[in-house]
């Protein structure tokens, strides 16, 4: 059972460029979203899906898109890199309000 | 809107000691969970608990227990006779039953020393 399934690891972008985070759970959970860790900030939610075709903001969604076209996969896209986007992105899922199964982790640099 | 904080940014101690991890919490809900996360220097983000609003009654775990009072909004963490294993960021965090949105307060980084 693979739980939830972040790629890349990591990942160096330069200023401007674009690219899509990847994520896939095989838990069958209809809630799934994405937080960045920045130092001493903790967790900030940045979107999130209840399920296939339903998405919504968090609290940092600006320079960020994403879609839930399947229930297994939730990618998370930087349209215009910018350094203030460097952090360690996480993805989670959860069913209903138990509590989330996180990724590993991706580690974005942005110069 | 809702909010944890976690006013201890870092806590260490000496392995053996007891420490307890205090965590804070606002919300204008009358049901809610609370949990509590581990993330190692490795970086994984572990979950410990969750509790529920309704549910006050404190639980231990081995050297974990948890403290969970309505009151005063607190659902405090403490460690028995920590460990150097111990030592890690532990989040705590919220979530309504009305809102999808986990919220987690900034982190106590801590450290046992051997």
């Known amino acids: 059972n693979a739980g939830v399934t972040q790629t890349p690891k990591f990942q160096v972008l330069k200023t401007g460029q674009s690219m899509t985070l990847q994520c896939a759970q095989d838990m069958n959970h209809e809630y799934m979203s994405w937080y960045r860790q920045d130092p001493g900030m903790g967790l900030r939610l940045i979107h999130y899906s209840v399920g296939a075709g339903i998405t919504d903001q968090g609290e940092v969604p600006n320079g960020y898109n994403v879609s839930r076209s399947t229930t297994e996969d939730f990618p998370l896209r930087l349209l215009s890199a910018a350094p203030s986007q460097t952090s360690v992105y996480f993805c989670?899922?959860?069913?209903?309000?138990?509590?989330?199964?996180f990724g590993e982790g991706s580690r974005l640099t942005v110069l | 809107a809702q909010k944890v904080t976690q006013a201890q940014t870092e806590i260490s101690v000496v392995e053996k000691e007891d420490v307890t991890l205090d965590c804070v919490y606002e919300t204008r809900d009358t049901t809610y969970y609370l949990f509590w996360y581990k993330q190692p220097p490795s970086g994984e983000l572990v979950f410990l608990i969750r509790r529920n609003s309704f549910d006050e009654q404190n639980e231990i775990s081995g050297r974990y227990s948890w403290n969970f009072q309505k009151s005063t909004s607190s659902f405090n963490f403490t460690i028995t006779a920590s460990q150097v294993v111990d030592s890690a960021v532990y989040f705590c965090?919220?979530?309504?039953?009305?809102?999808?949105?986990?919220?987690f307060g900034g982190g106590t980084r801590l450290m046992v020393k051997p």
């Open positions: 989670a899922s959860s069913s209903g309000l138990r509590e989330l199964f």
């Open positions: 965090a919220l979530r309504s039953n009305a809102g999808n949105m986990l919220t």
